[in-house]
């Protein structure tokens, strides 16, 4: 029988996270679905074999080396089978079913990408349906995080709405299967960041579009480790010029029909 929802979650040193996400699955997820874990920790095979991986939906994948987030995925994303594919962060949780955004990708089908609404764990909203980020918009946002200014939501966009965006963050967008074979899914020259930016970018260049789902609700804690970082902050810039090159520093992106939804 054919999977009808494939999930790749990357893990990385983040066991106990993953099962606190599986165990989400369990509890709000009534269709059949697998869940591939692509393990980017490198452990031995005397730590494989200790994993558990005694749940019969969920697949683990061990891979040689660490290749970064984007690579990690594609592995998982290879091997899924489902009509409709999730990548999700370790660090998030389900707080719904998904069954609504299955049903409105089957509804409305030149919709390729769709992601949930998200909270931290204090129940505020996060924006985790954002702009594209130019050179311009980049700097703004990095000068208003110096000062101090907490920028967790968009003012001018009303959260309650199904709405088209420029851009979903990885933390979990679930794609079709045709967004998937149009783009062949992420970029992995990407290590570490923008590769939803860049993922999100080229499935609109495909005539798909892309759309906040808010009647969907998952808990992600998001550890920002850019922002504390040095090193992961030098990977979030590359990230960001890789992108730039490809589809432009300041403008260049494809632009986005400015739909709401009643759904």
Known sequence: MKNILSVVIVEYHSIKEIMQC??????YINIPY??????????T?????NIDQSDANVRWLFNERNGGFAYAMNEGLRQAKGDYLV???????LESDLGKMMDFMAKHPKVGAIAPQMKDSDGNIQDTARPYVNVSRYVVRQLKRIIGKRESVLDHMDYNRVQTVDWLIGAFIMVSREAYERTGGLDDSFFMYAEDLDWCTRIRQKGLEIVYYPHCVITYKGTRRARNNWRYARIFIRSHFIYWRKFGFFSGYPR???LFFDD
């Open 34 to 43: 697998e869940i591939i874990v692509s393990s980017n920790s490198c452990y």
């Open 87 to 93: 990548i999700m962060n370790s660090d998030c949780t």
């Open 256 to 258: 986005r029909r400015k």
């Open 45 to 49: 095979e005397q730590q494989q074999e």
């Open 22 to 27: 599986v165990t989400s699955f369990k509890t």
